[in-house]
């Protein structure tokens, strides 16, 4: 699906003859999500996002953009009075004859006739290079130096995950995903000194939804909206502009530049877990996790009594024979269901026990309960941006050491 403009001679057209002309000139791929579009106020690429997300935009410096021309070492801007005005100059050694692709990734790529790369158009004019496209590192993900990482922990609480640790340019998705039937446990992430692609010159290359709206206005119109999935709020320059987006693309962290002159604010929407939901969720997690054990050993006692059985046998006759085995395995059981996870034996012990290598504990509690919850509630100042989350209980605490 890769477009082309062909500088190769042909039997109408040569590099000298080809002209592109604003209104008349647009190009994306089909089924695609980037475009390149060319108007009488400049060249424009962008994300075919709701709305459209700009990451490049050339002003050559005046009103009405006659037409452009691919000449063989730049692409030319012409003005009314069909003369040269400005230049998109690429360096090459080569007067070979070259063609021009709007590729799907939304490189604009100029090649030598025999298909070999010399020369990357809009890079050299988007700030910090690869990370100013917007999916060079996949959704949610934060392009740092050329580096693909999710955004880190709040508060000790992950709410962001690689979709393929192996191939992090693949990007990030939520650790539970956004539920409209659950907006009220919506909340909202400030991610610091992260910036997105849009702001990465100004004026942004998207339109605010709010303009003149204080930062809390924002945040809350974003947080109302079900279809938001992140906040941007812009007070630079003495504006304050809400970005309201639908689609989150790759993030950047912000160079010591972009925070001088630019002062941006980034709000990720993410589903907060409700501290009675969070308990449900570790009892019953807690309770099958015992009701499994137990099955496993009943599992294995049934497995040897049916090996040691004779078909003959009467059953009074097998429960005499191996009692010992079906009171040990119940002591086995009880070992596994104490209240106390540091007092229940591993794996390996029971298999030990099992064996007939290893004693089964005899100071055990037969009395089972449910022990009582840690703390994990997560409190939510107005449900804006500020997350005080306690350390989430972690497995060997539900199910003991194994």
Same mark, same amino acid.
């Given at each position: 699906?890769?477009l082309v403009l ?8 040569s590099s000298?003859t080809?002209?592109l002309?604003p209104r008349?000139w ?12 060319l108007?009488s106020?400049?060249?424009?690429s962008?994300i075919?996002s ?5 990451? *490049?935009?050339?002003? =050559?410096?005046?009103? #009405?953009?006659? $037409?452009v021309?691919f ?6 801007f012409?003005?009314?009075s069909f003369?040269?005005f400005?230049?998109?100059?690429m ?7 070259q063609?021009m692709?709007f590729?799907p ?6 090649y030598h ?10 890079t ?9 496209y917007?999916t060079?590192?996949?959704?949610y993900s934060?392009?740092s ?7 880190p ?6 709410y962001?995950?690689?979709i ?5 340019n693949?990007?990030?998705?939520l ?9 009220k446990?919506?909340?909202?992430l400030?991610l610091?000194n992260i910036?997105?692609?849009? *702001?990465?010159?100004? =004026?942004?290359?998207v #339109?605010?939804? $709010?303009?003149?709206?204080t930062?809390?206005t924002c945040?809350?119109?974003?947080l109302k909206?079900?279809s938001?999935k992140?906040a941007i709020y812009?007070s630079?320059f003495?504006?304050r ?6 689609q989150i693309f790759?993030l ?7 925070k001088?002159?630019?002062n941006v604010?980034?709000y990720?929407?993410?589903q907060?877990i409700?501290?009675?939901q ?15 054990v137990?099955?496993?050993l009943i599992?294995i006692?049934?497995?040897l009594?049916?090996?040691k ?5 009467v ?8 009692g010992e085995?079906v009171?040990?395995t ?5 070992w ?8 229940r034996p591993s794996?390996s012990?029971v298999?030990k026990?099992f ?9 055990l509690d ?5 022990g009582p919850l ?6 939510v100042?107005?449900?804006e941006?500020h997350?005080?989350?306690?350390t ?5 605490i539900l199910?003991g050491s194994r």
């Open positions: 699906s890769t062909s500088h190769a001679a042909t039997s109408s057209l000298s080809l002209k002309t008349k647009h190009l994306h791929h089909k089924g695609g999500v980037f475009s390149l579009s108007t106020q400049g060249l424009f962008y075919n709701n709305p459209p997300q700009g990451y *490049f935009f050339y002003n =050559p410096g005046i009103d #009405n953009i006659s $037409y021309q000449l063989n070492r730049s692409l030319a012409f003005n009314q003369k040269l400005s230049e998109l100059e360096v090459s050694t080569s007067s070979a004859l063609y692709r590729e990734d939304g490189h604009l790529r100029v006739e025999d298909q070999t790369q010399w020369y990357d158009v809009l050299q004019y988007i700030n910090d290079g690869d990370c100013g917007p060079f590192c996949g959704n934060i392009c130096n050329g580096q693909c990482i999710c955004p922990p709040i508060n000790g609480t992950n962001f995950r690689q393929n640790e192996m191939l992090p693949l990007g990030c998705s650790v539970t995903p956004l539920s409209c039937e659950a907006s446990n919506h909340i909202l400030e610091q910036t997105y692609f849009p *702001f990465s010159k100004y =004026p942004p290359y #339109n605010p939804d $709010y303009q003149d709206i930062l809390k945040t809350q119109a974003c909206n079900c938001c992140a812009d630079s003495n504006v502009n809400c970005y309201l987006l639908s790759s950047k962290s912000m160079d010591e530049e972009t001088t002159y630019f604010k980034v990720i929407k993410v907060n409700p501290p009675r969070l308990q449900l969720e570790i009892i019953l997690g807690s309770s099958l996790g015992s009701l499994l137990l099955f496993l599992g006692f049934a497995f009594f049916w090996k059985t004779n078909a003959d046998e059953e009074d006759e097998d429960m005499q024979l191996h085995e009171v040990n119940m002591r086995v059981a009880a596994c269901l104490q209240n106390d996870f540091t007092k794996m012990m298999v026990v064996e007939g290598v290893m004693n089964v504990e005899s100071d037969y009395f089972f309960s449910n840690l703390n994990t509630r997560a409190g100042d107005n449900q941006v997350i005080i989350a306690a989430p209980l972690l497995p060997s199910s």
